[in-house]
T-cell receptor, first 113, second 111 residues
Framework: GAGVSQSPSNKVTEKGKDVELRCDPISGHTALYWYRQSLGQGLEFLIYFQGNSAPDKSGLPSDRFSAERTGGSVSTLTIQRTQQEDSAVYLC???????????FGSGTRLTVV | TQLLEQSPQFLSIQEGENLTVYCNSSSVFSSLQWYRQEPGEGPVLLVTVVTGGEVKKLKRLTFQFGDARKDSSLHITAAQPGDTGLYLCAGEDSNTGKLIFGQGTTLQVKP
């Protein structure tokens, strides 16, 4: 597609439930990133996929968080047993190795009640 | 751990004033990028600086990369209400390509 697409755009879930957030990167982009952003704050790195290399999971805040990227394209970020502190906007971005600059999606606003 | 310190965190000015946002780190980055984000949207890339000492201009915005590639500044001349938004700097790790973001500067330009 023309841009990075994220779904859903908004998600309200009850504490303790699992959620899945989806990211469709720009076609052909080999790198995909997940970030988390609290209201009015900067971006917190979560996980990074680059081609067929093992993902960099160093930013995942706990073992309740996991992500996968199937076929080098679509990625899913899963949060198990959600907590209120997981409430934030989750942003996905993609880029093409060798070119600078990320293209971001509009994010998924997650609210845990 | 690489960190980027961005200042100020919040800036409220009148239309027509000038301002500068700073982004500082003790780490060297292969490039430094500036993004602007509006509410409900993802960040949008404004500029990338790669060479130490590099200066880039984008209309009323001037971006500078420090000689040692550890810091950067964004200067806006004659700010307009349309410049309102969250400005983010991000340094690219030369080994992994991962972007490390600063905490952002929220700019409000009042008419």
């Amino acid at each position: 597609g023309a841009g990075v697409s994220q779904s859903p755009s908004n998600k309200v879930t009850e504490k303790g439930k699992d959620v899945e957030l989806r990211c469709d990167p720009i076609s052909g982009h080999t790198a995909l990133y997940w970030y988390r952003q609290s209201l009015g704050q900067g971006l917190e790195f979560l996980i990074y996929f680059q081609g067929n290399s093992a993902p960099d999971k160093s930013g995942l805040p706990s073992d309740r968080f996991s992500a996968e990227r199937t076929g080098g394209s679509v990625s899913t970020l899963t949060i198990q047993r959600t907590q209120q502190e997981d409430s934030a906007v989750y942003l996905c971005a993609s880029s093409l190795k060798g070119l600078v600059g990320y293209t971001f999606g509009s994010g998924t606003r997650l609210t845990v009640v | 751990t690489q960190l980027l310190e961005q200042s100020p965190q919040f800036l409220s000015i009148q239309e027509g004033e000038n301002l500068t946002v700073y982004c500082n780190s003790s780490s060297v980055f292969s490039s430094l990028q500036w993004y602007r984000q509006e509410p409900g949207e993802g960040p949008v890339l404004l500029v990338t600086v790669v060479t130490g000492g590099e200066v880039k201009k984008l209309k009323r915005l001037t971006f500078q990369f420090g000689d040692a590639r550890k810091d950067s500044s964004l200067h806006i001349t004659a700010a307009q209400p349309g410049d309102t938004g969250l400005y983010l700097c991000a340094g690219e790790d030369s080994n992994t390509g991962k972007l490390i973001f600063g905490q952002g500067t929220t700019l409000q330009v009042k008419p």
